[in-house]
């Protein structure tokens, strides 16, 4: 893929939203680009949203697809990345809404780095609990405190104001500070209670650690 001069002697790799609209104008090297330098994060994305391996490539070859395609209607109101971010989420709520009409039982999605059983499980545990909220407030903290954007950006990309996204989060870690509560209350020491704000902290900083595992 040929670079862009910016100066005699100074040569510059094209940014995103030029590598699209080298795509959209038939450039048959840059969409390739951009998948290249973006596809970790759009998987994370997917495999966290959806937890099950198979759904989430399914889902980010429909988005990437998707992508592809609709290169040309791509206005520049956000970054790139947004862009892409929205067209992946998108694709894995189709995906949750399909898979809702024919229940399964997801098994729980973990790292296939090696780590210690007590760690191993505790990942397991936090996934399996993320599959358990409602499709928004999961998709809110995949982007929020898995993938660390801001509650600005995570808006932009699921298209809601910023206040639904606080709620959403909110909500969602109050839910995982009560099924993760074991992991603070060791078995026989009495029931969970409800969640205090440092639970609820709790629970988004163990999603947070799992999303890094």
Known sequence: MPAVEAEPGVRQTPDDT???????????????????RHRDRLWAVALRTLGDREEAADALQDALLSAFR????????????TWLHRIVVNACLDRMRRRQSRPTVPLPETDVTPAPATDRDTAMDVQHALQQLAVDQRSALVLVDVQGYSVAEAAVILGVAEGTIKSRCARGRARLAVMLGHLRNPVGTGGVPSPSSAETATGAA???KEGGS
Not at 18 to 36: K, N, Q, S, T
């Open 206 to 208: 163990a999603i947070r």
């Open 70 to 81: 609709a290169a040309g209607s791509f206005r520049g109101d956000s970054a790139v990345t």
């Open 18 to 36: 030029a590598l699209l609209h080298a795509h959209a104008a038939g450039d048959p090297y840059a969409f390739a680009e951009i998948v290249r």
